[in-house]
């Protein structure tokens, strides 16, 4: 017995010293398309960033915004946000970081050439940027906005002296990846792999590998066979299939927490005539689309059996919502429950609105975006059949689907949208009524809109006071779900599985970054 | 060989009858082809031998997928051969799904060979340069590889059985184009065929009812191979998720929806699918196989 536990305390030592020159590979399921951290803004290029390079507000496992490159942040008028910088940190190749440097990035995001994905928006409330000492800058809004400290987690620091005229393509050689943070890159070969090496004089906690490769591996068996296999240490997006079989794997850990990726159903508000794909029973169009009124479309939510979709086709990998945000994350509003399932109340619905026969409607979707999303939509059309709304499902490549539906060319839809920890960020993509000059609504393809609620988040949206703003986000989104402007379905469950002897911290914010991944004996 | 099993003639021997009997020869050729005509049989006969409507979501049931083979579901019937993720039951989506590929299969096949065939014969006729130009048309289509071609059209036609029927048709019917060709080129300088001029037919009529049946024997040879290309072809289409809706599943898709689940030992719902393709393709090939064999003069000892 003692000889045993002596083997063991030596196993550990032996492992914790190992820990300190070992290697871990993981593979990732999107591929990383640049290692600009300016330059697409993609869940998997931030989080390659958030390795590489250092955020002045960074966030943590649960999104909470935490300091970073800032160790402070106040408003110090109502437009005037000041940050006060860490001091003594320098990039991987020893030139130190100062104000300077972040006046030089904010000038640089808005101004990368070719960015298909910008990340400009981030910067764009910020009218004017004030060095008041080399470990103080202070940023100028044109109105009040609380949001400044959320939007800069997305803004990556680079250095003046470095970066002065790199290129997106000398970032993704290699050669201009130098950053703050604790991860520098050797080598990358674009769509395939990345290596890291520890950076050794990071200022925060020390990652746990000295060297990690960093493999995409886009096929979902195939990554789930490399982590069996033992080719690599960690995967993210297991594919639901496998769960079963990999909960009952000793060999296997799973890493596990509800996500910010809410999946729902958008339909058409925009037309009051006849809606493109909703017919009467004999295939005619209908006069007027169903959709305007409420009770088609709280019927059509009451339809859906949304805990079969979380345990049948999700396998237990989301749970059911009736709003954007998880409980737990800023104004997450209590008491929307995810709407019960009621066929009878539903049929009862859809007859007080004329439709004691139901209609005939095709619900379109992708069917490589969201984890089984061609099958969700069948699950819901075998759902609202049974009330009496005879569905045609279609589902779509990504690519296609996403530009018509941004046409407005179907009446009702699969989509899914990560939020920020806010309400403000799903509310005015999703929610209010698409203006461009505003700039929101982008991602509201069904164009739900609803003047006085837009009029109440700007309100809300230059409210400095957190809790005030948190009450206000509350009500609006409360009178958003009471509309029904969007049928939510559930949100996502984030899963990464690591082999025996290295242990995941799951990320709300579905990165995949070694710094969440350390040796199991070194806890 | 065939010599030694040859029936006593007893009535005068039709081309026909000789072939018959040539056929009936091979054991393994009738086997092929009696298990064709019982796929057929399954395959025309689905709607009202199948337990269940597998392309109805009304009475689909989430609750009750991915059942094993053999468990009784929701519906009160058992599933012989399991169910899929959505609850499908596979014996009735693997009856409805070879309808689906035979009727894509032969009906493309039958429609590529129309074109094909026509197309072939007026190259053989006319010659020159409109020999020539379609003869071209026919080398740049056999250049390219069919599954390649036929992703391009879809791609560019969008999914639903008949675009995919469409692009069978298009990546075909070269095919029967040249085989079509090379025989009336051989057939067009028989005698009969100068009669026919001399007698000043109407070379539609010269064409089609003299010059083509003497072209048929290789046609049905290609034909019935082409018939089992298409099956496979449109298998394949719908597999890469371009073919079928996904509430209509074919063979293809239905091995699509089940890949994802090999890993987890849920084999039943690729697996199944699978067998009634292969059953099919090869049943077919051995039919074509042997026809070739009895209708090739130069085949025969």
């Known amino acids: 017995m003692r000889i045993t536990t002596a083997i063991c305390a030596l196993g550990l030592m032996a492992g914790a010293a190992q820990a300190q020159t070992m290697t871990m590979t993981m593979a990732v399921g999107a591929p990383v398309t640049s290692l600009d951290p300016h330059f697409h803004q993609l869940s998997p290029n931030n989080a390659v960033a958030q390795m590489v390079f250092s955020r002045l507000v960074g966030t943590d496992a649960q999104s909470r915004r935490v300091p970073d490159l800032a160790e402070s942040w106040t408003a110090v008028a109502p437009t005037i946000w000041e940050f006060k910088l860490r001091r003594g940190v320098r990039f991987h190749n020893g030139s130190e970081f100062t104000a300077d440097d972040v006046a030089f990035t904010i000038a640089r995001v808005p101004n990368v050439p070719n960015s298909p994905s910008s990340f400009a928006g981030f910067v764009r409330p910020i009218t004017r940027v004030e060095v008041v000492d080399s470990h103080t800058i202070r940023f100028h809004t044109a109105t009040p906005y609380p949001l400044l400290p959320l939007d800069l987690s997305n803004v990556y620091m680079l250095d003046r002296e470095t970066h002065q005229n790199a290129t997106t393509e000398q970032f993704n050689a290699g050669t201009m990846a130098v950053g703050t943070g604790p991860f520098r890159v050797v080598s990358h070969a674009n769509g395939d792999r990345i290596v890291f090496d520890r950076n050794d004089n990071f200022y925060g906690e020390a990652p746990g590998f000295a060297r990690v490769n960093y493999r995409m591996i886009t096929n979902d068996s195939a990554r789930t066979a490399a982590l069996l296999a033992g080719d690599v240490d960690v995967i993210d997006q297991v594919p639901t299939a496998d769960l079963a079989r990999l909960r009952g794997d000793a060999r296997v850990s799973l890493a596990e927490v509800l996500g910010l990726r809410i999946i729902y159903l958008s339909m058409d508000h925009e037309r009051t005539g006849p809606s493109p794909f909703i017919t009467d029973n004999d295939g005619r169009p209908l006069a007027q689309n169903p959709m305007k009124d409420i009770r088609v479309r709280r019927a059509l939510s009451m339809a859906i059996d949304r805990n079969a979709i979380t345990s049948r086709v999700m396998e237990g990998s989301a749970v059911p919502s009736g709003q954007f945000l998880p409980p737990g994350v800023f104004s997450h509003v209590p008491g929307i429950e995810a709407p019960a399932f009621d066929a009878e109340g539903a049929r009862r619905l859809l007859a007080e609105a004329g439709f004691p026969n139901g209609f005939r409607i095709t619900l379109h979707g992708p069917n490589d975006r969201y984890p089984n999303d061609g099958r969700i939509i069948q699950a819901i059309g075998q759902m609202w059949a049974r009330v009496g709304v005879r569905t045609a499902v279609e589902a779509q490549t990504w690519t296609t689907f996403v530009a018509r539906a941004g046409r407005q060319e179907f009446s009702a839809f699969l989509i899914g949208w990560g939020s920020n920890p806010d309400g403000s960020h799903p509310l005015r993509n999703l929610t209010s009524c698409f203006s461009r000059e505003r700039g929101w609504g982008n991602s509201n393809r069904g164009r739900y809109c609803n003047e006085a609620l837009d009029n109440q988040l700007i309100t809300a949206m230059q409210e400095l006071d957190e809790s005030r703003r948190e009450r206000q986000l509350i009500d609006i989104q409360r009178a958003v779900f009471a509309d029904q402007a969007i049928i939510p379905l559930h949100i996502q469950t984030n899963i990464w599985a690591s082999r025996r002897g290295f242990v995941v911290t799951p990320r709300v914010d579905e990165s995949t970054i070694a710094q969440s991944v350390r040796p199991a004996t070194m806890r | ?301």
């Open chain 2, 1 to 301: 060989m065939s010599t030694t099993t040859k029936t006593p003639v007893v009535a005068v021997e039709t081309p026909f009858r000789r072939f018959v009997s040539e056929f009936a020869a091979s054991k393994i050729a009738m086997v092929a082809l009696a298990v064709f005509v019982f796929i057929a049989l399954i395959a025309i006969f689905a709607p009202w031998i199948a337990p269940q409507n597998p392309y109805d979501l009304a009475v689909l049931d989430i609750m009750d997928g991915r059942l094993e083979p053999g468990a009784i579901g929701g519906g009160g019937y058992v599933h012989w051969l399991g169910t899929d993720d959505q609850g499908r039951d596979m014996l009735s989506g693997i009856m409805y799904g070879l309808r689906i590929s035979l009727l894509v299969g032969c009906g493309s096949a039958l429609l590529a060979c129309l074109f094909g065939a026509t197309m072939g014969m007026i190259a053989a006729y006319a010659g020159g340069k409109t020999d020539s130009s379609i003869m071209r048309v026919v080398d740049l289509q056999l250049s390219f590889p069919a599954i390649l071609a036929a992703l391009m059209i879809l791609a560019f036609l969008g999914k639903g059985i008949m675009n995919v029927v469409i692009a069978i048709i298009i990546v075909e019917w070269a095919y029967y184009a040249r085989t079509v060709r090379g025989s009336a080129l051989v057939e067009r300088n028989r005698e009969y065929m100068e009669a026919a001029r001399c007698l000043a037919l109407p070379p539609r009529i010269a064409l089609f009812n003299h010059l083509l049946p003497n072209c048929l024997p290789p046609l049905i040879v290609v034909g019935t191979m082409q018939i089992a290309r298409a099956i496979a072809l449109e298998a394949t289409l719908s597999f890469l998720g371009l073919g079928v809706p996904i509430t209509e599943p074919s063979l293809g898709l239905l091995i699509a929806n089940g890949f994802e689940y090999m890993l987890s030992g849920k084999y039943w719902i690729s697996f199944y699918p699978g067998i009634a393709l292969l059953v099919t393709i090869v049943s077919i090939n051995l039919v074509g196989d042997h026809l070739r064999d009895v209708l090739n003069p130069r085949l025969k000892k």
